[in-house]
């Protein structure tokens, strides 16, 4: 697949979640334009276009970006912060898709943009029908600018 062909970047460390996520979008024919990245630090390099993703044009953005709040190296709430502090990339739609259901982690992933905060279901088919709906919404249904 071409970098630019990317629609969804999504941003987890757990391999499961990341697999079940993936699993979800092919429902939605939409698994063939994700990109898996697997820390903050790794998905700050494929949006800015920098470090193993220097040689990508930078100027193809995905179109949404699910992120996880707790990762190894930069966390979401950084990588939230950095996309919205940047001109070029603070209309991306950001969906935070974790585990954490802290009101701090809500009340500050509001504050740095977000556009959604989606707690993951517990039950397999729940976390297949909220990322499924999650992507359908954002990709298909919702007006960008």
């Known amino acids: ?42 998905a700050l390099d494929f949006i800015f276009a920098t470090g193993l993703y220097s040689d990508r044009n930078p100027e193809d953005l995905p179109k949404l970006i699910l992120l996880d709040l707790r990762m190894p190296k930069v966390d ?17 739609p950001v969906v935070v898709l974790t585990s954490s259901n802290e009101d701090r982690d809500i009340v500050e992933s509001y504050k740095l943009g977000v556009n959604s905060y989606v707690s993951k279901p517990v039950e397999f ?13 954002w990709m298909l249904i919702n007006n960008p600018p």
């Open 76 to 92: 979401g709430l950084e990588v939230l912060q950095k996309i919205k502090a940047e001109e070029k990339t603070r209309q991306i």
């Open 125 to 137: 088919d729940e976390f297949i029908d909220a990322v499924s709906t999650l992507g359908f919404y």
């Open 1 to 42: 697949m071409g970098m630019e062909e990317v629609e969804i970047l999504l941003v987890e460390d757990n391999p499961t979640d990341a697999e079940l996520t993936m699993r979800a979008l092919k429902r939605k024919n939409m698994a063939n334009q994700v990109v898996w990245v697997k820390d903050g630090a790794e």
